[in-house]
């Protein structure tokens, strides 16, 4: 994307298709899948329902559906926002020095909110990193200080940071062909990699090792042996590609470049990182994981992100259709509040909508032409909590209240 950071607009306008994309990204991690791969369970032998299941659920190791893109996407739009943001701080008078000030503080907010979050219900904090916005805090800092570096620079750094993060897996010694699984909280079946791709098996991975050492420096109610999900810290390192990659598509949409020039930029970037990603994964040089955000899955979420901006600025800001955004705009402009309601409002709307229309208030069946039916419940519940955030959302638009860090 060959843009000098010179040319950029000092204060450009808020593009809708920005705070629509990051709206829709949001609405769709408050709806936990709307219930889709719990309703899947029924029909296992439903190619339809199963892929609905592959597109709102986590995979359990390798690839990814539509679910895993949730988080990418929103790495990516912070990298998008960074220039618009700190462009505003500029042009208002602030020193390069102030807002790197601010940039660390963010840094800081961002991971003690994210512990915060995860420590939810527990009996003490959970010092623990995964979590979305632990990931972002950890690698704000690093990205403010790549702002304004050239193009050039910044998609060597992306490069340096993939590359660096794959010989350190491959580096690691793989585990050996008689592990025991069950000793990494894997089930005795599990299905372990093998040749060069066995360096980024789950839990017995360099990452893994790493928070072996390094959460079990804090308090704890029991010492760290392996993250359930095989999630780890260090996913942070190649994360910050991903906002790299955001933060050049929000140069390139700051620029004064025609729409067509733009539009054609994202579409030629996210079929080469689609191709990139592919291709790493494909021929076995390194799986495409998002759970420790390998850097294959790194390019080739990278490449979906960037085709799913260059959808909402298409139809948005180029065909001019804004009025199919508001319904995501509304909750884009309140990013973070929205993430905290979805991380501590949910019970608490669960049990408010069956205490004031009955216990059975979600509970919704439908007969089937085999004589069978089909339960609906998990769909219509989180259709209801998801609504409901919207709400808050649409009233704190109107209220012009943004939760902003």
């Keep these: ?35 889709l791969s719990a309703v899947a369970k029924q029909f296992p032998d439903s190619e339809l329902w199963q892929t609905l299941k592959f597109h709102s659920d986590h ?53 003690a909110l994210g512990v915060f979050l995860t420590s939810n219900g527990r009996k003490q904090t959970d010092i623990i990193f995964p979590n979305v916005l632990c990931q972002i805090g950890l690698g704000y800092t690093f990205l403010f200080l790549l ?20 010989l350190a897996f491959g580096l690691y010694p793989s585990p050996p062909p008689d592990i025991d699984p069950t000793k990494y909280g894997l089930p005795v079946d599990w299905n372990m990699l093998t040749g060069l791709e066995a360096h980024w098996n789950k839990n017995t991975n360099a990452a893994a090792a790493f928070d072996r050492w390094f959460l079990n420096l804090f308090p704890r109610e029991k010492p760290f042996e392996f993250n359930e999900g095989g999630y780890a810290t260090l996913s942070f390192v190649p994360s910050l590609a991903t906002m790299i990659l955001g933060m050049l598509a929000g140069e ?51 490449g979906v992100v960037y085709l799913m901006l260059a959808a909402f600025y298409f139809v948005i800001d180029i065909c001019r259709l804004k009025f199919l955004g508001w319904p995501f705009m509304v909750v884009g402009m309140n990013s973070i ?33 085999d004589g069978t039916s089909i339960n609906v419940t998990p769909i219509v519940e989180m259709v209801a909590i998801t609504f409901t955030i919207w709400l ?12 902003r860090i």
Excluded at 78 to 102: C, D, I, K, N, T
Excluded at 353 to 365: I, Q
Excluded at 392 to 403: D, E, G, L, S, T
Aim: proline fraction near 5%; include cysteine; glycine fraction near 10%.
């Design 337 to 369: 509040a929205t993430y905290c309601m979805s991380q501590l409002m949910k019970p608490w709307l669960r049990q408010t909508w069956k205490t004031h229309f009955g216990a059975d208030v979600f509970t919704l069946e439908f007969p089937l032409s």
């Design 1 to 35: 994307m060959p843009h000098s950071p010179a040319s950029l607009k000092p204060a450009a306008e808020r593009l809708a298709s920005l705070d629509a994309y990051r709206g829709f990204i949001m609405l769709a991690m408050v709806s936990g899948g709307l219930g």
């Design 392 to 403: 808050i959302c649409v009233w704190m638009y109107r209220q012009k209240i943004f939760v």
């Design 252 to 302: 390139l949409m700051r620029s004064p470049r025609g729409a067509a020039t733009k539009l054609f930029t994202l579409l030629f970037a996210g079929g080469a990182l689609l191709a990139a990603g592919y291709g790493l994964h494909e021929f076995g040089f390194c799986p495409a994981v998002k759970r420790i955000w390998t850097p294959s899955w790194a390019l080739y979420s990278g």
């Design 147 to 166: 702002w304004k570096q050239k193009p050039m620079v910044q998609m060597l750094a992306a490069a340096a940071i993939l590359a660096g993060y794959w």
């Design 59 to 111: 995979a359990q190791w390798i690839g990814g559906g539509f679910w895993d893109m949730i988080q990418p996407a929103f790495m990516f739009m912070v990298g998008v926002a960074l220039p618009f943001s700190y462009a505003v701080r500029e042009a208002r008078g602030s020193s390069y020095g102030r807002m790197l000030g601010h940039a660390l503080f963010r840094s800081f907010l961002l991971v």
